[in-house]
């Protein structure tokens, strides 16, 4: 039976590989190849910092970091409690702003996924992760 | 007995026909949750990512047809298998992901949850597995 189920095991393998093959050539320019956050979401802080009043900042962390320390004047806007924290974000964006979005490098998905929900739920443009995340804040404000 | 062997493999393969044909819905979004347990580079979760559901479902439809039902049964044992140690060593970490198995449906579960579902789907994988050598063992005897 070993040999029968390697045998088996071995042309399901390779038969997967042509539909994933023909998905990745359909999604291939709607996808990030390189990055799970494409080039084009991405900000560094030299770059946020030239949009001067116009970028506003949302802190992603969890609460008790952003209590600790964060960018001045950056909005608390964690996924733990959502709905709370949007509402109180909402009142102070406009079109004209542009989001920048960080977290602690170590948990950057957070930044990632609350950017996300801007985007899908807040319906909001111009949104944008900031590369290296708060350790990199730290780091170029010290 | 039978019977209710052959209900167990179409049920646990109808799940993974599923569970893949909703990842194949949004590579992206699954390209994410695998990132997220920080075990692989980017450039292999998003590869990956288009990979896992076509294994599945092809896993999923042989345990379903009974076509080339050892392997799908064996890859599907592993991969279940390399799941559930990625989301123990996720949570010994103190990662907070979500599974991804099930598309937006497993979004919420939470470490509990998955852990259930996911063991109660090995286990199965692992009786089909078993019933399969006996059959073999059988089968061989006989010759």
Redesign the interface.
Known sequence: ?KF??????????A???L???G??FY?RD???????IPESELVTIDQARAWGSSAIWVDARPDDEFAADHVPGAFSLNEDRWNELLQQFLPNWSPDKKVVVYCSAQSC?AA?DVAKRLRDEAQLKDVFVLKGGWEEWVKKNR | MKFVWRILGLSVGGIFVYAGAVK?LD??QF??DI??YKILP??V???LA??LP??E???GL?LILGF????????LTVLVLVFIGATIAAKARGLDITCGCFGHASQHWSFTQHMTIDLGIFLALVALLWI??VR??RNDQKN
């Open positions: 039976m029968r189920a390697v045998g088996e095991a071995f042309v399901i393998v038969l997967a590989c539909p994933a093959i998905e990745g999604f709607k996808v990030s190849w390189q990055s799970p998905n990632r | 194949v590579p992206a390209g994410l990132d997220n980017w450039f979760s998003v590869r288009f990979y076509w294994l479902i092809l896993c042989a080339l039902y050892r392997g799908g049964l064996s890859i399969e050598l073999g063992a």
